[in-house]
C-alpha cells in the first residue's frame, strides 16, 4: 500500500467548513492521522488469499493422489499376502495330509509287525508249555510205573 502524506491543517480547515468545532475537527483529524499510521503490512491481501487457497488446493489434490496411490499399494500388498498365505496353507495342508499318511502306512506296519512277532512269541510259548507238559507227563509215568513195579515186587515176595 503506498502511504499518501495527510494535510491535517487542511483537514482541521475542511471539517470546520461542514460544521465541526475547532476541537472535534482536531479530534477526527487525529484519529485519521493514526488509522493512517497502522501497519497494515501484515494483513492479507485477496491475492495472497487467493494464492493461499490455490496452494492449498494443490496440496489437497497432491494428498489425495498420494492417498489413492498409497490405498492401491495397500490393497495390492493385502492382496499379494493374501494370496500367499493361502498357498502357504494349501502346501501346509498337503504337506500335513502327506505326513499323516506316512504315519497311518509307518503305524498300520508296526501293528502288523509286532501282531507277528506276538503271534510267533504266543506260538514259541505254545511249544514250551507243550514240552513241559510232555516232560510232567513223561516223569509222572515213570514215577508210576516204578511205583507199580516196586508194588508188584512187594506183591510178589
Known sequence: MAVVALDTHAVVKELQAAGFSEAQAEAVTRAVRRAQDVDLS????????????????????????????????????????????????????????????????????DIGSLRAGTKADIAELKADILKWMVGAIGVQTIAILGALVGLARVLKG
Open 42 to 109: 501484515h494483513l492479507a491481501t485477496k491475492s495472497d488469499i487467493q494464492g493461499l487457497r490455490m496452494e492449498i488446493d494443490g496440496l489437497r489434490a497432491g494428498t489425495k493422489a498420494d492417498l489413492d496411490s498409497l490405498r492401491a499399494g495397500t490393497k495390492a500388498d493385502l492382496d499379494s499376502l493374501r494370496a500367499g498365505t493361502k498357498a502357504d496353507i494349501d502346501t501346509l495342508r498337503t504337506s500335513t495330509k502327506a505326513d499323516i499318511d506316512t504315519l497311518r502306512t509307518s503305524t498300520k506296519a
